[in-house]
């Protein structure tokens, strides 16, 4: 079957017309899009007339949720990784509250408006793994749990995935994250027994066949937690990525396995 692009573009227009729904609230709209938190909430921003254009907010969902989750967003990592994601998807910020994303622009601009707010406010919500660790949940879950959120619907998961090794036989990583042509195979690395648990990944990584660049180590906590010397032996046979730094995992991952193409015009 050949891809037409018309016929995907339409596809995808039909699929976010038909679910994107839209409700008055005071002097503007609240619009409700196919999109999700990881709590599975759906994202939903509002639409204020200001002046010649239009301010679209996000009413601080994003952050509301990261405070149950008991995310610091006044200081430290967390916050600055959320002031980062406002500055880095050229939001302006207008009229914010604290915990507010929000923007101002043209009204012919207004549907890119309402996607750069949702978008941001979704990288936001990410940020819960953040949270100070709870007690009796597993390092190989939060890590699965926390790039699940991030794949989303355009991305495949695979739990204890094989990985081909040079004899022939196989072995089983953390996660196997596809999309339709290129797959990255992710080792949870724990600091429950660093020594064994680093020996483990380097050993299944330097066995396997997959690229160097499509392995990826997620290692418990962050850089200061870890002897130099074992971080310096996964990096010979994988990307090695902190749990406790904001998105470093999902920017190495969107890299490997990059999220479904833009539109073609």
Not at 102 to 108: P, S, W
């Amino acid at each position: 079957m050949i891809v037409n692009a018309t016929n995907v573009i339409g596809a995808v227009l039909r699929a976010v017309n038909d679910n994107t729904v839209v409700h008055p609230y005071g002097d503007g709209l609240l619009v409700d899009l196919p999109l999700s938190y990881g709590d599975g909430d759906g994202v939903r921003v509002l639409v204020e007339p200001m002046g010649s254009g239009y301010r679209v907010t996000d009413r601080a969902a994003a952050a509301s949720l990261l405070a149950m989750a008991g995310v610091n967003l006044v200081a430290g990592r967390a916050a600055e990784a959320f002031a980062q994601i406002m500055t880095g998807g050229g939001l302006n910020g207008v009229n914010a509250a604290p915990g507010e994303i929000t923007t101002f622009g043209a009204a012919d601009d207004l549907g890119r408006l309402v996607l750069d707010v949702a978008q941001a406010s979704l990288r936001a919500d990410q940020l819960r793994w953040l949270a100070p660790r709870q007690a009796g949940i597993r390092f190989v879950d939060r890590v699965t749990d926390r790039v699940t959120a991030w794949a989303g619907r355009g991305r495949h998961l695979q739990r204890d995935a094989p990985i081909p090794l040079e004899s022939g036989r196989n072995r089983s990583v953390t996660l196997r994250v596809a999309n339709d042509s290129k797959a990255a195979y992710v080792q949870a690395v724990s600091l429950r027994d660093p020594d064994q648990a680093a020996e483990h990944c380097y050993h299944v990584f330097g066995l396997s066949t997959i690229a160097r660049e499509s392995r990826v180590a997620a290692l418990d906590g962050s850089a200061r937690d870890w002897p130099a010397a074992i971080v310096a032996e996964l990096r010979t046979v994988s990307d090695v990525e902190f749990f406790d730094d904001p998105l470093s995992l999902e920017r190495q991952l969107d890299k490997v396995v990059p999220p479904p193409q833009a539109a073609l015009r």
